[in-house]
């Protein structure tokens, strides 16, 4: 008898998807801009707040429905953003705080939803905080990381001991004023900042509710594995050296040379995640709105998960799943490609969402790390597989790394290689080229003489202009994904996977009924698939949605047991009942 009450609450459990639900996050389109390089509004070469807010329909079109936004702090540059002078401040060629709050009225219109980016993990050496420390004010000189260095041989003054910054070199800088060193894990420019000191903690906390209190509906959290150190008490008061990796042995300056044992991971990191939930919770207590908080983190997928949270501290909604950047790429196989898929979903907790990242400014577009006939395919993987759907500004129309030359390299990841010839592997200009929007001057980026970056070559051919009105272009495939993404299958429905063949991988979303199969082909090779091997897949299919290079066209209808692909070629059917 009892059984008989208990069932329906049981499949709502295992179901765990149940239809009412869904968060707006977890359903929507999340669109990364790079606001130096989106829209420039004044013509100085450089993109701004303006430009993105005149730029806010273009993501209604294509169905975003949420951007995060790169730093737009006042800033030096040094980082482009990611060292930043002022936490409460817009970047002055980025526009003004008037500027921003039109952003955000225009964005609520249009019910788009702004992310800001948090980088809790250093600020600038040119800021009021860092020049206070420099004048011995206590309060700020604790803000920072700071150490002695160490007397060699020679009766030089060396530092303190072996650790790297990610970008290269020491990641120590003697300042003369306090006769110490600073810690910079990232560029001499963004100093540390100190964790074991609670003020540090709590001005985090209140750079988010400043925001919070500005109307932006949450963050992406830059760098977070970098956020503590250990605590040097633990070591008899002196930073311990890092082990060898035993990688990079011919270049020991490079950030890969060290096992960073010391510098990352460490346990007071999760844990200062979930306080920060704790002030998204205080928000959400008072107005019931869910802020979204994402952190960026490169890292094993056991660590990975931690971020979600755990025992009974709740942590970030989405630590970013990177598996389709750094495992898998032009060259994998349709087996890897699935290993890389399945790693995310198999790790991440039952309760939690997977999300799919293809792209972002730290590497290079997909287009140039996959292939330009992969465009669509991998917009399929991420628009359709089960989660949050994130998209780098370009990948919806295909945009290809830019060229930079050694002279125009601006990204300290590169020009600190000190190589003329192999820094454009480091350098990450090329994915932050400016917006292709039409075949104008500057790709309609700019009326500037000279862009910040140079427009990527072949932006005559490949910009939204142009594919907007073109019927099988990459944006069209974009948007009709966007709308596909909205069905229950879609939106609430189970997931299976196959590599086919070495080439060729495709997924099944299935809800109530409905059932469709999605196919990427990897490579130029043509086939002839039986996809019966999926269960409920028989008899006719129907062309729904398909790459530009398909020869197919949406209602053709297929054979089940015998589907023709073509090189590169990638589409959705739907199984017909
Ligand atoms: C993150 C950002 C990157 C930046 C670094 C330091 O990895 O994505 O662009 O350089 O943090 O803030
Ligand atoms: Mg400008
Ligand atoms: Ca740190």
Redesign the pocket.
């Known amino acids: 008898m009892k059984s008989v009450y208990l069932l329906p609450l049981l499949l709502v459990l295992v179901q765990g998807n149940s239809e009412t639900e869904k968060e707006w996050w977890e359903t929507t389109i999340f669109y990364q801009i790079y606001p130096r390089s989106f829209m420039d509004s004044d013509g100085d070469g450089i993109g701004d707040l303006n430009g993105i807010t005149s730029k806010l329909e273009y993501l209604k079109e294509i169905g975003v429905g949420a951007t995060w936004l790169?730093?737009m702090f006042s800033s030096p540059m040094y980082?482009?953003g990611?060292?930043i002078a002022d936490f409460y401040d817009v970047h002055h060629e980025y526009g003004t705080m008037e500027d921003f709050e039109r952003l955000i009225a225009k964005a609520n219109e249009l019910d788009i939803k702004i992310i800001l980016?948090l980088?809790p993990?250093?600020g600038s050496n040119e800021s009021e905080w860092f020049d206070k420390a420099l004048q011995g004010d206590e309060k700020y000189y604790d803000y920072f990381v700071w150490e002695d260095g160490v007397v060699d041989e020679n009766g030089d003054m060396q530092p303190p001991n072996n650790w790297l910054s990610?970008?290269r070199k020491s990641a120590w800088e003697y300042r003369e004023e306090v006769g110490k060193y600073y810690l910079h894990?990232?560029?001499i420019g963004?100093p540390d900042f100190n964790y074991r000191n609670p003020d540090v903690v709590e001005e985090m906390k209140n750079v988010i509710r400043f925001w919070f209190d500005k109307g932006v509906a949450g963050f992406r959290i830059?760098?977070i594995a970098?956020l503590f150190e250990v605590d040097k008490e633990d070591f008899g008061g002196k930073y311990p050296d890092e082990p060898i990796s035993g990688n990079n042995l011919d270049d020991p300056l490079n950030y890969g040379y060290l096992n960073h044992i010391y510098t990352t991971d460490q346990q007071e990191t999760y844990d200062m995640v979930y306080q920060w939930r704790d002030v998204y919770e205080e928000y959400k207590a008072k107005d019931d709105f869910s802020r979204v908080m994402m952190v960026?983190i490169?890292a094993s997928p056991q660590k990975t998960m931690k971020y979600f949270g755990e025992g009974d501290r709740i942590g970030a909604h989405m630590p970013f799943n990177f598996a389709l950047i750094s495992d898998v790429n032009g060259e994998s196989t349709a087996a890897e490609i699935k290993y890389a898929v399945d790693k995310f979903l198999t790790f991440k907790p039952l309760d939690k969402l997977a999300n799919w990242v293809t792209g972002?400014?730290?590497n290079n577009r997909v287009a140039s790390r996959y292939s330009p006939k992969i465009v669509d395919g991998m917009n399929m993987l991420v628009l359709l597989l089960p989660g949050v759907a994130v998209t780098y500004m370009g990948e919806e129309i295909g945009m290809v790394d830019g060229y930079v030359s050694w002279e125009d390299t601006v990204d300290?990841?590169g020009c600190n290689t000190d190589d003329p010839i192999n820094y454009w592997q480091a350098s990450?200009d090329p994915e932050r080229t400016p917006f292709q929007w039409s075949s104008e001057k500057n790709a309609g980026f700019s009326t500037a003489d000279k862009t910040w970056l140079p427009v990527a070559e072949g932006y005559e051919n490949l910009n939204v202009e142009v594919q907007r009105d073109v019927e099988r272009s990459h944006l069209n495939v974009y948007k009709a994904l966007a709308q596909l993404r909205s069905e229950p299958a879609f939106r609430y429905g189970r997931y299976e996977s196959v590599a086919l063949n070495g080439d060729v991988f495709a997924f099944r979303r299935w809800y109530n009924g409905e059932n469709y199969v999605i196919l990427v082909n990897f490579r130029d090779e043509s086939y002839t698939i039986d996809l019966s091997y999926f269960e409920n897949v028989n008899g006719e299919l129907e062309v729904v949605l398909t790459s530009i290079q398909s020869p197919k066209n949406n209602g053709d209808m297929l054979n089940a047991s015998a589907v023709e692909i073509v090189g590169s070629e990638s589409f959705v059917v739907k199984v017909k009942a």
């Open positions: 790169s730093p980082d482009f990611y060292d980016d980088v993990n250093h990610v970008f894990q990232f560029v963004q830059d760098a970098h960026e490169y972002n400014h730290d300290p990841s990450r």
